[in-house]
T-cell receptor, first 116, second 114 residues
C-alpha cells in the first residue's frame, strides 16, 4: 500500500520569508496529491492539489510541485504571513480507483510557525 | 450549508464505557470517512463508507464499529473504550471514492478515555 513521508515535522520562519514542505510517496499508481491546512481547533481544509499530468500548480502565494520520477512533491508558500501558521498535511492516492485504493494516505504533518 | 457536522465536540469516558460519535453531511456526498488524529501520527483512517449501505475497514479499525445510517449520516461507535482510544476524531466526506476530489472535514471530536 501507499506510504507518505513528510518533512520537516516543524518549521519556523520569519514573516515575509518562504516556506517549503516536502513529501515522498511509495506507490507509483498514486496520481492525486492534495495539501490540507489545519488551524488550531479545526478540521483540515484543502488548500491546493495537483494531479500527475502536471508538474506545478500555483494559487496566489501557494504553489505545489510534483516530480513523478522521484516520487516526491512539495508545497511552497511565499511571502509568509502570521495567518499561515498552522499544521499542513500532504496526501496521496490513486484516482478513479474503487475500494480502498482510492482513499487518501496522509503524511504526519508539518507545524508551520510564522513569526511577526 | 453546514458542511460536515460532528457531535459531541468533547467527551470524557471511563475505561470500558461505550459511546457513539455522530456525523452528518449536507452536501449530498456518497462517501464518508472516520479518521483519528494523534500527535506525531497524522490522520489515520478508521473506517469508511464508499456509498450508502457499504462500510469498510481502514488502517486502524480495531475497537471501533460504524453504521452508515443513510446517505447523510455515518456514526462511529466505541463499544468498550480504552485509554489508547484517547484521540481527536474527524469525520469527512467527499463526492465519491473514485472522484479524488476535495475531502471535507468536520471540526473534530476530542475524546479522552480515563
Amino acid at each position: 500500500g501507499e506510504n507518505v513521508e513528510q518533512h520537516p515535522s516543524t518549521l519556523s520562519v520569519q514573516e515575509g520569508d518562504s516556506a517549503v514542505i516536502k513529501c515522498t510517496y511509495s506507490d507509483s499508481a498514486s496520481n492525486y496529491f492534495p495539501w490540507y491546512k489545519q488551524e488550531l481547533g479545526k478540521g483540515p481544509q484543502l488548500i491546493i492539489d495537483i494531479r500527475s499530468n502536471v508538474g506545478e500548480k500555483k494559487d496566489q502565494r501557494i504553489a505545489v510541485t510534483l516530480n513523478k520520477t522521484a516520487k516526491h512533491f512539495s508545497l511552497h508558500i511565499t511571502e509568509t504571513q502570521p495567518e499561515d501558521s498552522a499544521v499542513y498535511f500532504c496526501a496521496a492516492s490513486p484516482m478513479n480507483y474503487g475500494g480502498s485504493q482510492g482513499n487518501l494516505i496522509f503524511g504526519k504533518g508539518t507545524k508551520l510557525s510564522v513569526k511577526p | 450549508n453546514a458542511g460536515v457536522t460532528q457531535t459531541p465536540k468533547f467527551q470524557v469516558l471511563k475505561t470500558g464505557q461505550s459511546m457513539t460519535l455522530q456525523c452528518a453531511q449536507d452536501m449530498n456526498h456518497n462517501s464518508m470517512y472516520w479518521y483519528r488524529q494523534d500527535p506525531g501520527m497524522g490522520l489515520r483512517l478508521i473506517y469508511y463508507s464508499a456509498s450508502e449501505g457499504t462500510t469498510d475497514k481502514g488502517e486502524v479499525p480495531n475497537g471501533y464499529n460504524v453504521s452508515r445510517l443513510n446517505k447523510r449520516e455515518f456514526s462511529l461507535r466505541l463499544e468498550s473504550a480504552a485509554p489508547s482510544q484517547t484521540s481527536v476524531y474527524f469525520c469527512a466526506s467527499r463526492l465519491t471514492v473514485e472522484s479524488a476530489g476535495e475531502l471535507f472535514f468536520g471540526e473534530g471530536s476530542r475524546l479522552t478515555v480515563l
